[in-house]
């Protein structure tokens, strides 16, 4: 019994590592996936092209605000719709209860009866569950209407993903920062590439941890993603650079 519980234990504190960030653990993942995926595709897309250090790092910082600002505003958005929506639908329930309660009552007694649940037992659980207008409030937002209420701020969900979006994002821009402020850097993508695969290998580990799945498979998944997207850019910045010559 005590082997179990110190295993329970010792889960829990595997996931919660960010301490009362963990929540937004999701967010600050994608966001960075984005974000360095998206800008080591227009650094490689440019230096395929051959252009300047100065265009590099110009259309690298514009991507990186930019996009990181549209996909901050569109999680905020939607985390904020997601919470509408379910205030929304926890009001109907209510009137529902407070003008239907014989049908509402008799929809818990289906929902219980598909758990398994028979008489006497059920008549019970129906009468404790319908006693307290809240509880069988949220009964009926979770095991009717399949909605539990998120308590993500929206605000919060668009700052992690900002924030992971610009910093994870920032990574392949490094080099050639450096080199423009005469840190003499050779093979700046090169060394671009090996900087944004050790980003792509932190948010690969951290992904595992956000999905449960292997460290190994979350890390190869972001690297071999950022890879493609990276070759599939420096081809076509090439290919561009070819014709318009």
Known sequence: MVIMENKEEFIHQGSSFLGRHQNYLSE?????????????????????????????????FANLFADGFSMS????????SEKQHFEKQKAIEYWEIDNMPETEKQEIREIYIEKGFEEPLLSQVVGVITKDKDRWVD????????????????????????????????????????????????????WSSILTGIGFIIIGFLKSKV?????????????????????????????????IK
């Open 28 to 60: 600050f993942v994608y966001g960075g996936i984005d974000g360095s995926i998206t800008t080591f595709a227009v650094v490689a897309g440019a230096v395929g092209a051959g252009l300047d250090n100065s265009v590099i790092i110009i259309l690298g």
């Open 73 to 80: 505003i569109g999680a905020y958005m939607s985390a904020k």
């Open 139 to 190: 009964v009926m937002m979770k095991d009717e209407l399949g909605l539990i209420e998120e308590d993500k701020s929206p605000f919060q969900t668009g700052l992690f993903t900002f924030i992971s979006f610009v910093v994870i994002g920032l990574i392949p821009l490094l080099v050639f920062v450096a080199d423009y402020i005469r840190i003499e850097i050779t093979h700046k993508f090169l």
């Open 211 to 243: 999905t449960n799945n292997s460290i190994i498979k979350g890390v190869s998944e972001t690297l071999l993603l950022g890879s493609l997207a990276a070759v599939v850019a420096y081809f076509v910045g090439d290919f561009l650079e070819q014709i």
